[in-house]
């Protein structure tokens, strides 16, 4: 890791004090004291992401999307703390500038364990379900108690928050780009630095910055030992899977199993030593306990063994959310009425999959602080889809057997991630993305690919299923316009699937029939 030298701190110094004023003017409390700590807090994320920009070696583009991704994602928590109580809903949440119901009461607790005798390792004790593994409120905690004691400056977990959703970039870079090629790095970094919905999550005190930051700790640890065989890359790969099991211990498996089958399909599985294998096994196991314990401790799920109680909690998740977006909608409980049992989980996973629907947030009634969250929110998700439904047929033209197993390997993992999320967030517009966006960077790495194939080849099928998705969102648009504005057709809910499926069925037909007719 490259040091910083004396000309950085020309202009990280002042830009840390006038950032650290600007953002003490904000918040309560005396004016001095919060100076101090943001501007404390600023050369600290300043300093900490010139380092990895320079050992990344990506130059100014590395440095722009670092400096975009930590700008827009501080612009963005500030924004939205000063807009949502004048803008947004009177609601303790909105009031309070919250995006995130789960950001405030973690927050209020953080501040409630500062403020008090107990210490910091309370944050674990199951009187603290807001935060269900315990640390992130500690850390929170821990910030508030020795920089603000003197007043509540929620702010100060959004800058941390920033600068940890900007961080994760050099690490993944220098992974992809090493692993995969600088066209590839370049496209996936733009990805992950400008995707609304991480620009979102990382301007709130919530785990997603954190553990997409980690992830790329652990991404380059492994890719620099997978590569190199420097025994010192696996000192981040500890370290990114370490912060996983303080922050989500079911991250940290779900990373071991993609690194897993990453070896196993690379064909380096002979490789190995048994050391490694040991140190993985104790990691994974110890992440089970860790897990159920957290788990069994918020809901008293029994089952006897790790196992068994994440099984329960799962099952019993996807009943209560299933439930819940039944009840909680009048048109999903009439389909409900309507269909088999056996459909409802299908239903909801394909729902979750779809949200932020895109046309619901240009028709559906809202405030306007609200309406351009969904607006950017949906846009981001509708642009990524093609991408990530993509990969598989972009390995085909990509040179090399090993490649090729990992990036259809890399696209099970994230798309049997989307679907879980998609039943475990019940088809609610706010889990479904957050969970979702955990994996994030995987995404973003085979939506790279899938850019750099696509100007490389000019494949047709790319066009193609962006059409398909224009029929959806045009199609499901007018469904939604008569529904609340009475425009246009009245279609049943029925009648919309079907004519969207016959429509894809007819440019999915008419492509096969016209790459035949050319190859013929």
């Known amino acids: 890791m490259k040091y910083i030298g004396q000309r950085d701190f020309v202009w990280i110094l002042p830009l840390s004090l006038a950032l650290g004023a600007g953002m003490s003017y904000l918040q309560p409390g005396n004016w001095f004291i919060g100076w101090l700590a943001f501007s404390f807090l600023s050369l600290l994320s300043f300093a900490l992401l010139v380092m990895p920009m320079r050992w990344a070696g990506g130059g100014r583009m590395l440095a722009w999307m670092i400096a975009l991704a930590f700008g827009l994602r501080l612009a963005g928590g500030i924004a939205t703390y000063l807009s949502l109580p004048v803008y947004g809903y009177d609601d303790e949440d909105d009031q309070a500038g919250f995006v995130y119901t789960d950001a405030r009461r973690r927050d209020t607790q953080a501040w409630e364990l500062a403020t008090s005798n107990r210490p910091i390792l309370d944050a674990f004790n199951e009187k603290f379900a807001y935060d269900q593994y315990g640390g992130l409120l500690a850390f929170s905690a821990l910030t508030y108690r020795y920089l603000s004691s003197d007043a509540h400056r929620l702010l100060m977990l959004v800058l941390v928050s920033a600068f940890m959703g900007a961080l994760g970039l050099p690490f993944m870079w220098k992974a992809v780009n090493l692993q995969w ?260 960077m995987w995404q973003a790495i085979l939506a790279g690919h899938v850019w750099v194939w696509w100007r490389e080849t000019k494949n047709s099928w790319v066009l193609r299923i962006v059409v398909m998705e224009v029929v959806f969102v045009g199609v499901f648009g007018q469904w939604y316009a008569n529904r609340y504005l009475h425009v246009g057709w009245q279609f049943s809910f029925v009648q919309m699937v079907t004519l969207i499926l016959v429509l894809w069925l007819g440019v999915f037909g008419w492509s096969v029939w016209h790459d035949r007719t050319k190859r013929a």
């Open 181 to 440: 090629g600088e066209k590839v790095a370049a496209a996936s970094g733009w990805i992950f630095a400008l995707y609304p919905e991480s620009i979102l999550l990382g301007g709130s005190a919530m785990r997603e910055p954190y553990l997409l930051a980690f992830s790329a700790f652990s991404l380059w640890g492994f890719v620099g030992w997978h590569v190199f065989r420097e025994q010192r890359s696996l000192v981040w790969l500890g370290l990114g899977i370490a912060g996983m099991l303080m922050v989500s211990p079911s991250i940290a498996l779900v990373t071991l199993v993609i690194l897993g089958g990453w070896v196993y399909f690379t064909g380096e599985r002979g490789r190995i030593s048994w050391r490694a294998v040991l140190v993985i096994g104790v990691v994974f196991i110890a992440g089970l306990f860790v897990l159920s314990s957290a788990l069994d401790r918020q809901g008293n799920l029994g089952g006897g063994t790790p196992v068994g109680v994440i099984n329960n909690f799962i099952r019993e998740s996807l009943k209560w959310n299933v439930y819940k977006i039944e009840r909680g909608s009048g048109w999903v409980q009439k389909l409900f009425d309507e269909m088999p049992a056996w459909m409802h989980l299908p239903f909801v996973m394909v729902y979750g999959v779809l949200q932020p629907v895109l046309p619901a947030i240009f028709i559906a009634p809202t405030t306007i602080v609200w309406r351009v969250i969904g607006i950017l929110r949906s846009i981001g998700w509708y642009a990524l889809l093609p991408a990530l439904i993509l990969p598989v047929v972009a390995s085909t033209d990509i040179g090399g057997e090993k490649r090729r197993k990992l990036l259809q390997w890399l696209s099970l993992i994230v798309w049997g991630w989307v679907l879980f999320t998609a039943l475990r967030g019940g088809g609610d517009q706010w889990d479904n993305p957050r969970y979702r966006t955990i994996l994030f």
